[in-house]
């Protein structure tokens, strides 16, 4: 696929060059807020066209939302997305057990098909003159010599710049590259399972994600007005998954297997298992509870290749993003670069793995192995999840927002 380029917005650029590695969520993002910072980058991504279709929906929190919205972008993600005030929560025979915001008071979070997010940034890093090339894997990482950095791909093409930006995600190759003993993603004993019925019957849920604790799974569902509907299944799994096994089980396998761990549960979840005729993602889940260091020369991580959070909290594409200005205020503000990396390091490393220890403590309550604790969490979650509809407790991953106007120091 030809690599894309289009006509810049008048920037003031001062003449520093990032490469950015990845052209997911946050390589483009990132990429805009540098281009703020009167930064220069070029995207360099693996695959050699968008995966625009891949992945299939996520939750933008209202933290995530916030950064959007400095991007000029919130417009564009909402109106494509589904904004989601509240989940409501029910047992496998949708007996009603409570409610919750989601999101901070007044700013919902946005339920978005992945590739939409994706694009919708992408086409913006594209009209203000941010070159993006695909099929650029990288192989190596040269630092020093004649230029700060060089990329090296598996294409035989090469390209230098003052730093580098690893955006390549949970199984991040520029992390292998510049510290190939560092802790590597942990298993969470859970599958994420997905997908997009074609002929839901169920109604719309206005505003809403639907939560059931189903007896051997947990399950998700929105219906927007339109009837399009997205479900999600979390599933207990021992053992990490072999990566082949799960490429060679068809979507037909994981339907059946779906309706077997949910046959005991609301007809509904059948129906929208069955209705869905196209692909099922099945994805385990990992995450990164601690990285001792997050850059290295002219190297450094953002987003899931640093601090990846499994999706029990809603929270992998806004702690992304909010990296993703952090990075670009520190860059703007610290002129040392090996200063700025660390700033943005002691800026965020802290919060991070707090987002990212709550979301798998969230995953484990999911999935009840006994009768006996089923019985006691239809009984307890009415009074905990009454105690939290209204309760601030949630504000400090909610309502974080980065003024992008305030400055940094060291």
């Known amino acids: 696929m030809e690599n894309h380029t289009s006509r810049s917005d008048e920037t003031a650029l001062t003449g520093r060059k990032a490469l950015i590695i990845g052209c997911g969520i946050v390589g483009p993002a990132t990429a805009l807020f540098l281009r703020r910072a009167g930064i220069n980058a070029t995207i360099y991504e693996a695959q050699s066209e968008p995966a625009d279709y891949a992945g299939l929906f996520l939750n933008t929190a209202a933290n995530g939302v916030s950064v959007l919205k400095t991007l000029g972008l919130e417009g564009a993600v909402s109106a494509q997305g589904f904004p989601a005030r509240r989940m409501v929560f029910a047992n496998g025979s949708l007996k ?3 409610e919750v915001r989601n999101g901070a008071e007044g700013h ?3 339920v978005i098909k992945r590739g939409l997010l994706t694009r919708t940034i992408r086409d913006e890093a594209l009209r203000q003159g941010i070159p993006v090339q695909f099929g650029k894997k990288l192989k190596e990482i040269r630092i020093g010599g004649a230029h700060p950095v060089t990329a090296c791909f598996a294409d035989g093409t090469e390209a ?4 580098l ?9 520029t992390r292998q590259l510049i510290f190939p003993h560092a802790p590597q993603p942990s298993y969470t004993g859970m599958l994420s399972c997905g997908g997009m019925p074609q002929d839901a019957t169920a109604p719309p849920t206005p505003g809403t994600m639907q939560m059931i604790f189903g007896k051997q799974a ?5 219906v927007k007005p339109t009837g399009e509907a997205y479900w999600f ?10 990566r082949e096994a799960f490429r060679a089980t068809t979507s037909e396998e994981w339907r059946q297997r779906l309706l077997a761990l949910h046959r005991d549960d609301a007809p509904l979840i059948a129906q929208m298992i069955r209705a869905t005729t196209g692909e099922i993602g099945v994805y385990p889940i990992y995450d990164i509870p601690s990285q ?6 002219p190297v450094v991580l953002v987003g899931d290749a640093v601090h990846a959070v499994s999706p029990h909290a809603g929270q992998g594409a806004s702690m992304a993003l909010e990296d993703a200005i952090v990075l670009a205020k520190c860059l703007r503000d610290i002129p040392d670069l090996a200063q700025a990396f660390a700033r943005y390091q002691a800026l965020r490393r802290g919060r991070a793995e707090k987002v990212v220890a709550a979301s798998r403590r969230t995953g484990q309550t999911k999935v009840a192995s006994t009768a006996m604790a ?6 307890l979650m009415p009074v905990f999840l009454g105690l939290f509809a209204n309760s601030r407790s949630n504000d400090w991953v909610y309502s974080y927002t980065v003024p992008w106007d305030e400055k940094v120091s060291v």
């Open 96 to 98: 009603h057990l409570g």
């Open 108 to 110: 919902p979070g946005v």
């Open 160 to 163: 230098t710049g003052d730093f």
């Open 165 to 173: 930006v690893g955006c390549d995600g949970i199984h991040s190759r």
């Open 218 to 222: 947990f399950f998700g569902y929105l």
């Open 233 to 242: 299944s979390n599933v207990a799994w021992p053992g990490e998954p072999d």
């Open 292 to 297: 001792p260091a997050w850059h290295k020369g």
């Open 374 to 379: 089923r019985w006691c969490r239809d009984l």
